[in-house]
Structures are given as C-alpha cells and as structure tokens.
C-alpha cells in the first residue's frame, strides 16, 4: 500500500513536469514566429527604403542631365565646316519652322552699321534668324526690282504642285523670251521633268525654265503670276507685286528687301530648296522630241558656290538667289550660317558691278562672327 502511494506521489510531479515542456514549446514556438515576423517586416522595410532611394538618386540623375543638358544646348557649339552639306540642311531644315514663326522685325527703314559700305542707290539688309534681330538695314521697305530672286517663288509654287516627277513637254511660248536672257537651251518638243526645270530655275536663273514651269503648273503663265501674287500676301509681302515667273524687267514687277527676306525665309521651309540651294553646277539628261537623249550641264550663277569669290573665315553659304538686269543692278540674297550655325539671311540689290556685290556682301558677312 505504502509502495502505491510512493508512487502515486512520485507520478504528480512528472506530470505537471511534461505539461510545463509543453507550455515551453508553445512559447518558443510563438516567439520564433514573432522573430520571423519581424525579420520579415525589416526585410520588406528595407526593401521600399531602398526602393526609394533609388527613385530619389534616379530623379536627381534626371535633374543634373537636364540641367547640364539645357547649359550645354545653350552654349554655342562651333561650327564645323567640313560636315556633308546633308547634315547642315537636316538641321536647318528642322529649325526652319521656329525661324519661320519668329520673323525679324524693323519698324525703321534704315538700321546703322559702321562697317557697312552701300553706295547711292543701293538697298540691302542683314537679317539674325535667331534673335529675330535686323542688324543692318538700308532703304528696307523702299521699292527695288527683284530681277531673278523671283525665281524663289516660282520654285516654291513648283514644289507646293506635288508634281516634281512629272513630266513637262517643252513648247515654244516657254522660248517667247526678251533677245539676250538667260536660257537653258531647251528646245520645242523637248521632255523634261519638272524637277529637272526647278534645279534648272534655281542653279542656273533660266528664262525658260521659269516659262515652263509657270505654264505647266499654273496652266498659263496668267494664272500662274495670280497664284505668285496669292502666296505673297500670304507671307505678308505687302511691297510686291509681280507680273512674271522669272523677273525679266517690267514696271510693275517690284518688291522690296523686307519682302525678299520674307520669301528666302520661307524657302527654307522646304527640303527641296535647301538642297538644290547647294548645287555649284547641275546636269540635266533629257529627251529631245525626235526621242534622241540630250544632255545640258550649268553652273551656278553664284559665285561662292563655284568657287569664284570666297566668303568671310567660319561663314558658311548655305543658298541663296542671284539676280540681274540693267534696271535692277546687280542683286544677291544669302542664306548663311556663321562659326556658331546660327543662321543670317544678308540681301545686297543694285550693285553696279559683280565685283561691287560680293565685296558689299563679304563686308556685311564679315559681322556676323562678330
């Protein structure tokens, strides 16, 4: 009897010994679980921590390279002049728009420059397409006669037409011209493509090339005239009237140095422009009409592009239009960049000589890396 007590007694703490094991485990078990949670929750905290630094340092990167992005892009980058003309007109072409909506303004006929040399009865301008500046001006808005600047316009109706492929029968009212003009050579019955009389037009000042064009794409050199008269009030040429596709002088066929800005400013809108603008000869290959291949090669009629007269150190001819009568003098429009590819637009009218003109141009030129 003793021994069963003994034992009963002895069996009491060995049971309450297991249940407190147990209690133990179920504590230890819950705090390694609060561990885990814990570890977990400084796991996911360090994560979104890191996460943000790094969309912190992303945005200040962002910040910094636009920043010295912005600085660099307004630092002026000199101007190499030994790049492919390919690259200088893609650029330009693209900035041509903002040039465009940011015309120069003068209210006064006649802006200074020390430098400039125009003589008596003469007319020109220098034109900052980046400032939107008139640099220098003389007799801006007094009536001069275009000669074959004109043909800015003509070319640029040519492109408007879409139909710079197609094909133009020459016919012998394009060869009605005044005794002495400048003509391509082209004959009744030739076939030429339009394309092929606007590089004609622009590099070598055709007469007939300009008849041509007018009677094709305007169906009558009338008709024609009327829609180079529409597109000029448009461009706000309110000092020009003109009554022929090619400038050969007449009265009423006038304008003003304002208005040929005007009008180079707005050529510069088209691409075709300002790669025909660069040519310093142009072949044309053609059909006469007996079906026989002809073939005419001409050369610039300005003489930066052939090399006959030399422009200022670090100032780039990038196009531009000649003209040439015994009333109007002789007459140049320049488009141009200087060392830094900002671009100018610089108009010389009524030189009394070629030799006058580009040493008159070269002299205003000579400003514009000033």
Not at 236 to 243: D, K, L, Q, S, V
Request: aromatic content about 8%.
């Amino acid at each position: 009897m003793r021994d069963r007590k003994e034992r009963a007694k002895s069996s009491v703490p060995q049971k309450s010994s297991a249940a407190g094991a147990s209690a133990d485990i179920r504590e230890e078990a819950r705090r390694q679980r609060r561990i885990q949670k814990l570890r977990k929750r400084r796991l996911q905290n360090t994560i979104w921590m890191l996460l943000l630094l790094f969309l912190i340092g992303a945005g200040v990167v962002f910040l910094v390279y636009k920043f010295r992005g912005d600085t660099l892009k307004s630092l002026p980058v000199r101007y190499d002049s030994a790049r492919e003309f390919s690259a200088v007109s893609s650029n330009l072409g693209k900035r041509a728009e903002a040039f465009a909506s940011k015309l120069c303004v003068s209210e006064k006929g006649d802006t200074p420059m020390d430098a400039a040399n125009l003589g008596e009865g003469q007319e020109g301008a220098l034109f900052d397409l980046s400032s939107g500046e008139v640099l220098y001006s003389k007799d801006l808005y007094e009536k001069v006669y275009p000669a074959s600047i004109t043909k800015l316009m003509t070319a640029m109706l040519a492109f408007q037409s879409g139909k710079l492929d197609s094909t133009v029968t020459i016919q012998q009212e394009d060869l009605d011209l005044e005794s002495g003009s400048q003509v391509c050579g082209f004959m009744v019955g030739d076939q030429v493509t339009l394309d092929q009389l606007v590089r004609c037009l622009l590099v070598y000042s055709g007469n007939d090339a300009a008849s041509a064009i007018a009677r094709y794409v305007g169906g009558s050199q009338e008709k024609f005239v009327a829609m180079m008269n529409d597109y000029a009030a448009k461009l706000g040429m309110t000092g020009t009237h003109f009554e022929n596709p090619h400038g050969l002088h007449t009265e009423n066929h006038y304008t003003t140095v304002y208005d040929i800005y005007l009008m180079l400013n707005e050529a510069m809108n088209y691409s075709e422009y300002l790669e025909i603008a660069q040519l310093s000869s142009y072949t044309a290959n053609f059909e006469h009409a007996d079906g026989s291949e002809a073939s005419i090669t001409l050369e610039s009629t300005d003489h930066y592009l052939t090399g006959e007269t030399t422009p200022p150190k670090d100032v780039t001819v990038l196009g531009g239009k000649t003209g040439t009568t015994s009333d109007a003098g002789n007459c140049l429009a320049l488009l141009v960049q200087n060392a830094y590819g900002q671009p100018y637009v610089c108009i010389v009218m009524n030189a009394s000589t070629k030799e006058i003109l580009y040493q008159q141009m070269n002299t205003l030129l000579s400003q514009i890396n000033g």
